[in-house]
């Protein structure tokens, strides 16, 4: 059974360009939630979806990030126009529902490093 | 708003010994509570939880966590730690739309 899938990895990206990170749930799961993770820093929340719909996105910055989890493919956080500040591991976590006793469970998160 | 705290940033342990992470809650109503661990450039591990029922929770690789009411604490502890323990130890509450951490705790364990 396989895990919470993310890609790349690693993004390096030159100031002003857009990234896309990409995530599939684990088999079964249809919420799905990211996090940001700054050098150093514990993980700050930043938007929870199910399928087509954006439930929570309280943590989202208010300019150039956007998420979507479409009802085919996977979840894209997108960030336009990124500058150094958005240099963080972004790591995705999904749940089956969103029952206050379910585990969320981690991919092993996209590295953005902005040059 | 739900809330954990994880009072000291690092411990170290020597190995062999009992190690302690320590974390308190902040709750309305009944808490939900996890642990996870962080190894290197690495997504997290799910270690444990609580929901309800016994106090005392066991989970993966050893570890195990002591949910106390009174105190409003949940630590999370190992009776004899090993140095492949060492790694970024993540206290969490469940919240209605995600998963609040606490700031993280370092764990070094010294051969």
């Known amino acids: 059974n396989a895990g919470v899938m993310q890609n790349p990895r690693h993004l390096v990206r030159r100031r002003g360009q857009e990234a896309r990170l990409r995530c599939s749930p684990m088999k079964g799961h249809s919420h799905v939630y990211w996090y940001r993770q700054l050098p150093e820093e514990g993980l700050k929340f930043m938007v929870y979806?199910?399928?087509?719909?954006?439930?929570?996105e309280s943590g989202m910055p208010k300019e150039r990030f956007s998420a979507e989890f479409p009802k085919e493919g996977p979840s894209i956080l997108r960030i336009q126009q990124v500058v150094r500040g958005d240099s963080a591991a972004y790591f995705c976590?999904?749940?089956?529902?969103?029952?206050?006793?379910?585990?969320?469970?981690f991919g092993e998160g996209s590295w953005l490093t902005v040059v | 708003a739900q809330s954990v705290a994880q009072p000291e940033d690092q411990v170290n342990v020597a190995e062999g010994n009992p190690l302690t992470v320590k974390c308190t809650y902040s709750v309305s109503g009944n808490p939900y509570l996890f642990w996870y661990v962080q190894y290197p450039n690495r997504g997290l591990q799910f270690l444990l939880k609580y929901i309800t029922g016994d106090n005392l929770v066991k989970g993966s690789y050893g570890f195990e966590a002591e949910f106390n009411k009174s105190q409003t604490s949940f630590h999370l502890k190992k009776p004899s730690a090993l140095v492949s323990d060492s790694a970024l130890y993540f206290c969490?509450?469940?919240?209605?739309?995600?998963?609040?951490f606490g700031a993280g705790t370092r764990l070094t364990v010294k051969p």
């Open positions: 979806l199910q399928k087509e719909n954006i439930i929570d």
């Open positions: 969490a509450v469940r919240d209605i739309n995600d998963m609040r």
């Open positions: 976590a999904s749940s089956p529902e969103n029952y206050s006793g379910n585990t969320i469970y």
